[in-house]
């Protein structure tokens, strides 16, 4: 909060503080996404319970399939996201939209 001339406080209406900010190498440090990655093997599926986990961006969600399936069986796990035409090929033929076929 910044002070006015009257000694009140206003809202700051400037960018973030860089304190409260995580760098993006830690978001996808590949020791962090292995340890979520066999919390959730560990503890979810024995149970029979479904996660979802929430990441920072497409890259990421492409790291934690990866590491989920180190853990559990490709089936278990799915990625959800768009796809967009710059993204690379491979997450297009791996996360892309199965073909629709026709009904007969």
């Not at 809202?11 to 900010?21: D, E, H, V």
């Not at 929430?54 to 796809?83: N, T």
């Amino acid at each position: 909060m910044a002070a006015t001339s009257t000694g009140m406080s206003r809202p700051s209406t400037g960018p973030p503080q860089k304190a409260g900010r995580r760098p993006l190498h830690l978001l996808k440090a590949s020791d962090r996404i292995d340890k979520i990655a066999a919390d959730a093997a560990r503890h979810v599926a024995p149970n029979g319970f479904k996660a979802q986990v929430v990441v920072y961006d497409k890259e990421a969600s492409v790291l934690f399939k990866a590491a989920l399936d180190r853990y559990l069986p490709a089936e278990a796990s799915a990625v959800v996201m768009s796809l967009e035409t710059r993204d690379p090929q491979a997450w297009k033929d791996n996360f892309g939209l199965a073909p629709v076929l026709p009904i007969l």
